[in-house]
Structures are given as C-alpha cells and as structure tokens.
C-alpha cells in the first residue's frame, strides 16, 4: 500500500467511526465532540501502527514526541477538525485530517470530508474548477473572522463566506466553493498540514499571512496563521494584508 493509500484508509477509518457515532444519537454537542476526537484518534492510530509502524506521528489527540523532529517519515493528524461543528447536527463542515511529511516536506495527504462522503488526496490531485463569475469569494471563521480578511474583502471588494473547520474552509477553495481562505489568531500544525498539502497539490497558492512559507514538523507547533488562494489572488491578497497592517 503506497502512501496516499495509507492516508486514505486512515482518514476513511476515522470518517466511517464518526459517522456511527453521531448517528447513533446517544450523546450530542460537547460530549459527541470529545467523544468523536478520541475514536477518530484510534481509528487513525490503528492504520497508521499496522501500515507504517516506524513512522513518527505528530497529533492533536496525543502527547508530542520528540523523536518526530529527528525523524525523516512523520504522519501529522487531525482526527477531528471541527469539534464544535461535528457536535451540532446536521453540520457538514468538519474534517479528519491525515498528512505525511517527508523528506522536509508535506507529501501523500488526504482529507475527510465525512458528511459529504468524500475524501480528497494529493494524488491523484483534485481538478481546480473554474472561477465562478461575481466577487471574490474568501472564507472565514464563522465566529472569528481576522481583520486581516476584512482587510483583504475591502481592498478586492470580496464577499467574505463563513465556514466551521480551518480542513473544510482549505477544501472550500480545492473544491471551487470560495476563492480564497485567509485566517490569522491561531491554529497548530495539525489544523492545517493534510489540507495545505492537498491544495498545493490542486495548484493552489499556500503561505503565512506575510506572505512567508508554511513549515511543518518544526519544534513550535503553533502554526497560527495562512493563506490559501487560487494562484492569480495571492499577491493582490498579501497586498490587501499589508496595506491593512
């Protein structure tokens, strides 16, 4: 099993436990959170240890184990992102996570999207759609959104498009839906890697909000901020950001 097969079955196997455990309908909201974020992470666990069992794993449901910074083979995994939205019902914008960064980089990733029953890899890579007509489109948090992106939606007079998880938001643009994903004010490695990897993947543009590269498997795991974009945005964006600051 190659890689990417490796990441798919991973994140798939936690997809597949998430759904049983909403639909069941025994706990609901925070309780359906915590208890989904622990089952991804084992189902997840459990590919991982059977397929590539010396391989590092860096996740948001485990403790951080140094041995990963010295390691060349590191899976980076969110087994839930989007707690809060996967706990209310008949919410469809969370996402499991699964990412291998290799050789000092992000390679074979894949994304759930479990209500939606999809998962998106890198390869082979998603097919950009063409832009729809209108304004520019930017997601954003649905309860924080930066003034970074309030910034950018001025300078290009874009609509801003309130999203749940930072995977569904990345995936939003992979998938045509918005045109951009701008967010500053915190987010960790996890929250991002498998997603960044599958836009790059689709030929999308994916930075810092300064414009600096996104860089994975450091020592900090705060990796608070990024943009996401189609190509042709990505300098009019960091522009608007600029300006702005």
């Keep these: ?51 590539r069992p010396d ?38 914008d969370w996402a499991v996570h699964v990412a291998l960064w ?9 994304v759930a999207l479990p209500a939606l029953d999809q998962v998106l890899v890198t390869e082979p890579a998603p097919v950009r ?10 997601a954003v948090s649905r309860t924080r959104p930066p003034a970074e992106a309030e910034a950018v939606a001025t300078a290009l007079r874009a609509e801003l498009v309130p999203m749940g998880s930072a995977g569904f938001k990345v995936l939003a ?25 599958v836009a790059r993947a689709a030929g999308l543009a994916t930075s810092r909000i300064d414009g600096s590269p996104l860089v994975y498997n450091a020592e900090e795991l705060s990796l608070p901020d990024l943009v996401v974009c189609r190509p042709e945005l990505a300098e009019p964006i960091l522009a608007a950001v600029r ?3």
């Design 55 to 92: 391989d590092a794993v860096l996740s948001e449901e485990a403790a951080d184990d140094a041995r990963r910074l010295t390691a060349d083979r590191v899976w980076i995994v969110d087994p839930l992102d989007g707690t809060r939205e996967y706990g209310e019902a008949e919410r469809s």
């Design 129 to 138: 759609p063409a832009r729809r007509d209108g304004p520019v489109r930017i």
């Design 1 to 51: 099993m190659d890689d990417v097969a490796v990441a798919a079955r991973a994140a798939r196997a936690a997809a597949d436990v998430l759904l049983a455990l909403r639909a069941d309908g025994a706990l609901t909201g925070r309780a359906l959170g915590d208890a989904g974020d622990a089952a991804a992470q084992q189902a997840i666990s459990a590919v991982l240890a059977a397929e």
């Design 102 to 110: 290799a050789g000092g980089e992000l390679s074979s990733s894949a």
């Design 243 to 245: 300006a702005g600051r």
């Design 173 to 197: 643009v992979v998938r045509g839906e918005v045109d951009a994903y701008v967010h500053s004010g915190g987010m960790y490695q996890w929250d991002s890697a498998a997603p960044v990897a």
